[in-house]
């Protein structure tokens, strides 16, 4: 738990989710959840695949209902929003996926994959496209020209910080990466990792950060909560990840090689919102 008193943005309580076996019975994919995630920090979800992040990320954005437990935001439940209510809670809370190509229409110019958010809440007006897409690929440290491109014409690291913009033009409050660098070539994926710590800096952006790689997200994250099984095993802060007590987090340390082995000083990011002047020398192996 972060030693910094961060105002707590989403509190998700004693959240189980469970989905139907094909041979009878039911799969606990998240087994009485309860983490609490602070505004303006990066809390990440890390856990061996089947653990249960993704689908407790879902069960955050919505998408899955709940057997038990309950998501609050600001205060207020979120867990069973509908309709129009619900539709307006992804104004705060937005979610960039492993890969994007999958998610843009392929005959959609750039510009209007990452303005259809603010054409959908008409918080812009179509003449306003053109305009508001150059300020957000500005943002996301891509060409004014690349407005005019198709997704297809990108590279991989290109079409994230498509997304990212995407994410980022109803100013939301809360972004859910869910293995958003995982396809990435290891460069690719620290220049995606430093911008979205810069516009964390920048916005007092909260992230929720799920990722299989524990030693990765050690190196910005100020929460880490490790999943087993569907169920939470351990909580800690990001720069104390080589304290960690349980065994599954000590085998997963050992698993991906070592936070030892990088030059990183971890303590780069105790203050909050994140300060990482360190981390801007951090170089990913
Ligand atoms: N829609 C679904 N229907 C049935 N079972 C599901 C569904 N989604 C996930 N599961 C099961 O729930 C468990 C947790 O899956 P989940 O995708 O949440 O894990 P994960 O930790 O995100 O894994 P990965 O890192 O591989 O994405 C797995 O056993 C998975 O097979």
Redesign the pocket.
């Known amino acids: 738990m972060s030693e910094t008193a961060e105002p707590v943005l989403m509190r998700v309580e004693h959240i189980t989710?469970e989905?139907?076996?094909p041979a009878g019975g039911r799969?606990k994919?998240?087994d009485d959840i309860s983490i609490a995630i602070r505004k303006g920090e990066t809390t990440a979800?890390v856990?061996?695949?089947?653990?249960?992040?993704?689908?407790?990320?879902?069960t955050i954005m919505g998408l899955?209902t709940p057997e038990a437990g309950q998501v609050l935001f600001r205060g207020a439940d979120i867990t069973r929003l509908r309709g129009e209510a619900k539709r307006q809670n992804y104004r705060h809370i937005q979610m960039i996926f492993q890969d994007p190509a999958t998610a843009f229409n392929p005959k959609m110019k750039v510009k209007d994959i990452i303005c259809e958010p603010l054409l959908s809440f008409e918080v812009i007006r179509r003449q306003e496209v053109a305009e508001r897409a150059r300020a957000l690929l500005q943002l996301v440290e891509l060409p004014a020209d690349f407005a005019d491109r198709y997704p297809h014409s990108l590279s991989g690291g290109q079409r994230q910080r498509v997304a990212i913009a995407r994410a980022l033009a109803l100013e939301p409050e809360i972004i859910i990466c869910?293995?958003a660098t995982s396809a990435l070539d290891v460069s690719v994926q620290d220049s995606v990792i430093r911008l979205l710590v810069r516009l964390q800096r920048e916005k007092g952006l909260t992230y929720l950060f799920?990722c299989?790689d524990l030693a990765l997200v050690s190196l910005f994250s100020h929460q880490v909560i490790v999943?087993k099984q569907?169920r939470v095993v351990e909580q800690l802060p990001g720069e104390k990840l080589t304290e960690a007590q349980h065994p599954y987090t000590q085998a997963l340390l050992r698993s991906v090689f070592s936070v030892h082995s990088r030059d990183v000083d971890l303590s780069a990011r105790s203050g909050s919102p994140l300060t990482c002047g360190k981390q801007q020398e951090v170089a990913y192996v």
């Not at 856990?47 to 879902?58: D, I, N, P, Q």
């Open positions: 989710k989905f139907p076996l799969l994919a998240c979800i856990g061996e695949s089947g653990s249960g992040k993704s689908t407790l990320a879902r899955y869910d293995e799920i299989h999943m569907g």
